[in-house]
């Protein structure tokens, strides 16, 4: 009964590489969202998805591209990955409105060799 | 844009101990989160504030918002190694719809409970 849930839990690879996580909810929200959480625990908010349309988009590189292929589903790919990228990137999602609560996911722990 | 300052940034508590953990605002509060993460996890939510002097109870864990809505605080009492975790506070940066659900994060109390 996961209502949010993130593969790969945990990935290793390479810098230059490209890589992709996935996100799924199963809440019935509209909204879903990506953050990274840095080394010091700070957790920053990359992305915000509604209804499949982009409505947030921080100061992030354009090397990350999310893309949602329906309001269930939020996925981020990452092209040419930097050391600098290793992170845990956590999925969020909400129903759309001014205070809506954000549930998230278990993260991914991305570590770039 | 605004900022959150949680304090302290770690805390040791004895099993048995009541502690609070404090997040402040630059700006005004418009909604303030509490999540609580344990390692290797997610962030698990645990209450909402917004209305000015509002508090709000869980088990042993109580949240209030002041009145001028700048300051939060997290109160545990009667703590246990189950309480154990990095509690972070976020919050909107404004009324309304604009804010798109854009919330800005302290950068986390680490709390450790020794039985």
């Known amino acids: 009964d996961t209502a949010v849930s993130q593969t790969p839990k945990y990935l290793v690879t390479q810098m230059g590489n490209d890589k992709s996580i996935k996100c799924e909810q199963n809440?019935?929200?509209?909204?879903m969202y990506w953050y990274k959480q840095d080394s010091k625990k700070f957790l920053k908010i990359m992305f915000s998805?509604?209804?499949?349309?982009?409505?947030i988009n921080e100061t992030v590189p354009n090397r990350f591209s999310p893309k949602s292929p329906d309001k269930a589903h939020l996925n981020l790919h990452i092209n040419s990955l930097e050391l600098g990228d290793s992170a845990v990137y956590f999925c969020?999602?909400?129903?759309?409105?001014?205070?809506?609560?954000?549930?998230f996911g278990p993260g991914t722990r991305l570590l770039v060799l | 844009s605004q900022e959150l300052e949680q304090s302290p940034q770690s805390l040791i508590v004895q099993e048995g101990k009541n502690l609070t953990i404090n997040c402040t605002s630059s700006?005004?509060?418009?909604?303030l989160y509490w999540y609580k993460q344990k390692y290797g996890e997610g962030l698990i939510f645990l209450m909402m504030?917004?209305?000015?002097?509002e508090e709000k109870s869980h088990e042993k864990i109580t949240a209030k918002l002041d009145e001028k809505k700048q300051q939060s605080s997290l109160h545990i009492t009667a703590s246990q190694p189950s309480h154990a975790g990095i509690y972070l506070c976020?919050?909107?940066?404004?009324?309304?719809?604009?804010?798109?659900?854009?919330?800005?994060f302290g950068q986390g109390t680490i709390l450790t409970v020794h039985p």
């Open positions: 969020a999602s909400s129903l759309m409105g001014a205070a809506e609560t954000q549930y």
């Open positions: 998805y509604n209804n499949k349309e982009l409505i």
């Open positions: 976020g919050a909107l940066p404004n009324a309304g719809g604009t804010s798109y659900g854009k919330l800005t």
């Open positions: 700006k005004t509060l418009y909604g």
């Open positions: 504030l917004q209305k000015g002097g």
């Open positions: 809440l019935g929200h509209d909204t």
